[in-house]
């Protein structure tokens, strides 16, 4: 069967998205792969059309347990049934029912510590599989902003003589971890395929402040003339939880986004913003993921985010329809100070690696110090992963060389947000691309017509009000 | 809400405990002494209510009522109602929490018909594809098989349940705005939910306010459909969720070797446990069991006595009680008071 028909018997598609065809066709071959596909690129089909050619499983290691949920939900809602998630939600009899008719299954999801565990190892070791796929493979990376300890420990895992093909994913990779992933996971040669970063419909805009206070004016006024739906990304949740409140106090449809509110409640902020009744999301980085909204107009950056990979990223969440859209980089002396405080306010400090040793000393637990909340669940597996294998000085000068990295990273970000030169070409040229083509409204410093992209904020959209208790339950249960 | 509920956990407290008491009974706290004083004090509808409630938004609170002239704080860690207090205290709503009996699991109750809900939502609209309100497998699970066994694809089972709530809701006693503030935490196809943030805003009260008010009603929901079978749909929603052992386990298993005629001495030998431990459990025993008789232990007219000193003296503090009542032990004392009340 051709491709095509075997895409189209399965996923209703008929034509792949770039890259696709060349990255099945490659693991039909039999190579290993890495393909950096953007969110919402169909980066999954990658590994799920190879699965109902190929007769054997597929394993997919996924670091990010709603991830994971996420596609097991996707698959099984166009009908496959064997799919299967190996993780530490299964009760012990769930488990062992699923271990045991493992090779049955078509799809067998899992995270790094589930593939760590023996008697997973044990089971895998006795049964063919025709792909393994490392979902989000830049966490690999001990310079990518969410490292995984047990990435690394997996590596060893492929490193064996008689396995199938590896298929390394991600959404963000730049050249330097792309080449960590390579070495990690022992690759042979593999295919290599990145998108094309450059999205032409999406303006770059950037403003320069000479003070805090003067932002602070133009973000409130920007928001109540100019259209959306849009995303103002915020450095804090309290900063997105006070700007939120500001808007709404001028009447906007606003609300604020970040990681401290409950599931719940961040997918209620996500639907009421796909359905129409808010037009502005003020959000902290945590906003974007699994977020399916085309029409999306403006997307606001009120200070710089830590990385040039981690920009692409949410400025590329405007414009998916294709339309006009704009990304706005606000600046003002002294953020990319805010934006050192940021990144490294996560990282395990020296004493931290001290009190490790101290509490290994002392023969309490170390993982004490997590619930004693004295660093974050991240900086703890770093600690944790290092401090077994290192000695003291090696894990300080190893997280002294981490914070390094990071403010190396934000300079990059910095440079690009101050350039006097085509800020397109310089984002393109920093994964290693060469702009093609430069579109009409290309960026701030080619020049960009504002009025061609902006809508001005014609109407005031009706808040939606609450309607009574009994006609609520009609209107979710039964419609009108 | 919150304010009212901790100034009615004071009031009932009676300047007898620090202020962590009433903070041990809002996260219910699975302790001897918390359980004693829930049937000391009568605070059963106020047990685990907030089991995550961070001791600083407590402290504010209390630290509130000291600036209100409501209470005065001690350096101890006790407090005194102050008589405005009291006269606050006696002015508040009466509240309809059964914490006792459910214990957080109204949430799961929640989580259940919120999935259901936003399932039937989305099915009656054609859709088949949706981001499931609960990520939780176990809920998952539980839903599917709910609606598979009522066959949700005729497409009644909207109408069903639709009807059944309708009806629940307005058997409750409360207010309309209480009922409308639980709809707008469930979602469905076009409709999405509101944040508790949004929620608190429309109703012009704090967050923590608005989700007392949503478990307030989840609490009487539960309870009218225990006590009436005509719920058919929501009967089996809410099965197994509320709690009928109320003891610990360890009670539970003293409680067992008592019933088979073990005596306390026995017990502390069987279980290898101390005799003080075994004396909590039946002290928790008592103030749970109705049919737990403490006439083994203490005789009526001892009983007799204590009651009077405590109602003479205003006070269930042991030490107090140990003094004025002659020739009695502190266990034979909480035993007394544990079983005078329930």
């Not at chain 1, 710089?304 to 920009?311: E, K, L």
């Not at chain 1, 040793?357 to 619930?371: G, H, I, T």
């Not at chain 2, 407090?79 to 207090?85: D, E, I, P, T, V």
């Not at chain 2, 999405?192 to 923590?208: D, F, I, M």
Request: aromatic share 10%; with cysteine.
């Amino acid at each position: 069967m051709e491709l095509e028909q075997t895409l189209a018997k399965y996923f209703g598609y008929t034509t792949f998205r770039p890259g696709q065809r060349e990255v099945i066709e490659a693991i039909l071959a039999g190579k290993d792969g890495i393909a950096l596909l953007p969110t919402g690129m169909g980066k999954s089909l990658c590994y799920q059309l190879p699965g109902y050619i190929l007769q054997k499983p597929v394993l997919i290691v996924s670091p990010l347990l709603s991830l994971m949920q996420d596609q097991v939900e996707q698959l099984k809602r166009i009908g496959e049934k064997r799919v299967v998630a190996l993780n530490s939600f299964l009760s012990l009899t769930e488990k062992r029912y699923a271990l045991h008719f493992l090779e049955q299954y078509r799809f067998i999801f899992t995270s790094p510590e589930m593939l760590l565990q023996q008697q997973v190892q044990e089971k895998l070791a006795k049964m063919e599989l025709s792909l393994i796929v490392v979902d989000e493979a830049h966490c690999i990376s001990q310079w990518g902003f969410d490292f995984r300890p047990d990435y690394l420990r997996i590596g060893e895992w492929f490193s064996q003589e008689k396995r199938p093909p590896v298929l390394a994913l991600s959404a963000t990779a730049t050249q330097k971890v792309v080449n960590d992933i390579r070495t990690t996971l022992s690759l042979h040669a593999p295919f290599e395929f990145m998108y094309n970063v450059d999205r032409p419909t999406i303006s770059l805009g950037r403003v320069v402040f000479a003070d805090r206070a003067d932002k602070a004016k133009w973000i409130l006024q920007h928001i109540k003339e100019t259209a959306g739906p849009g995303i103002l990304y915020m450095s804090s949740r309290k900063r997105a939880e006070q700007y939120s409140e500001a808007f709404t106090q001028a009447g906007l449809r606003v609300a604020a986004y970040h990681a401290g509110y409950g599931a719940e409640d961040r997918q209620f902020i996500q639907q009421q913003f796909i359905d129409g009744e808010l037009d502005w999301i003020v959000a902290t980085n945590a906003f974007g993921m699994g977020i399916n909204k085309s029409d999306i107009r403006q997307v606001i950056h009120e200070t710089m985010p830590a990385n040039v990979a981690n920009y692409m990223q949410e400025i590329g969440r405007a414009g998916r329809d294709g339309e006009p859209a704009l990304a706005i980089l606000l600046y003002c002396d002294g953020d990319e100070e805010l934006a050192k405080f940021v990144v490294t306010g996560d990282l395990p400090s020296a004493s931290h690696v001290d009190r490790y040793q101290e509490l290994v000393r002392q023969q309490v637990q170390p993982s004490q110090m997590l619930k004693n909340g004295e660093l974050s669940e991240t900086a703890f597996r770093v600690l944790a992963y290092w401090s077994q294998k290192e000695s003291v000085e090696q894990v300080k000068a190893r997280l002294n060389q981490l914070v390094l990295e990071k403010y190396q990273a934000v300079d990059e970000m910095l440079k690009i947000t101050q350039t006097k030169d085509c800020i397109r070409t310089q984002l393109v040229g920093y994964f290693g691309q060469k702009l093609q083509e430069k579109p009409e409204n290309c960026c701030e410093n080619c020049g960009i017509h504002y009025d061609e992209i902006n809508t001005e904020r014609l109407k005031e959209e009706k808040k939606v009000e609450m309607i009574p208790w009994e006609s609520r339950l009609k209107q979710l249960l039964i419609g009108f | 809400m919150f304010h009212q509920i901790l100034l009615q956990i004071f009031h009932k407290l009676n300047n007898e405990r620090t202020v962590s008491a009433a903070y041990h009974v809002l996260r219910g706290k699975r302790s001897g002494q918390t359980i004693q004083d829930i049937g000391l004090f009568q605070l059963h509808n106020y047990f685990g209510l907030l089991p995550k409630l961070p001791r600083a938004t407590f402290d504010e609170a209390v630290s509130t009522f000291s600036q209100y002239s409501w209470l005065n704080m001690q350096e101890s860690g006790h407090y005194s109602m102050k008589k405005l207090g009291l006269q606050r205290a006696e002015q508040t709503a009466t509240f309809l929490f059964d914490g006792w009996h459910y214990r957080g699991n109204e949430h799961a109750f929640f989580a259940r018909l919120s999935l259901i809900v936003q399932s039937l939502s989305y099915h009656r609209a054609d859709m088949h594809s949706f981001s499931p309100i609960s990520k939780d497998p176990q809920v998952q699970a539980w839903v599917r098989a709910f609606l598979v066994n009522h066959n949700y694809q005729l497409g009644h089972l909207q109408q069903q349940l639709f009807e059944e709530c309708q009806q629940v809701l307005t058997a409750l006693p409360l207010a309309d705005r209480q009922k409308q503030l639980v709809l707008y935490r469930l979602s469905g196809h076009s409709s999405p939910g509101w944040t508790w943030q949004q929620l608190a805003s429309e109703r012009n009260e704090s967050v923590l306010d608005s989700q007392l008010a949503f478990i307030e009603l989840l609490h009487t929901l539960l309870n009218e459909v225990h006590q009436n079978s005509t719920y058919a749909l929501l009967g089996q929603i809410a099965d197994g969720l509320r709690i009928k052992a109320l003891l610990t386990d360890s009670a539970q298993q003293t409680a067992q070797l008592y019933e088979q005629g073990y005596s306390l001495e026995q017990i502390v030998q069987l279980r290898n446990l101390k005799q003080s431990t075994i004396e909590d459990h039946l002290v928790e025993i008592a103030m749970n069991e109705p049919n737990f008789s403490i006439g083994p232990f203490v005789s009526y007219e001892e009983a007799e006595k204590v009651w009077q000193a405590s109602k003479h003296y205003q006070t269930k503090k042991l030490k107090a009680l140990h003094e004025v009542v002659e020739g009695m032990s502190y266990f034979q004392l909480r035993l007394v008071l544990a079983k005078g009340e329930v």
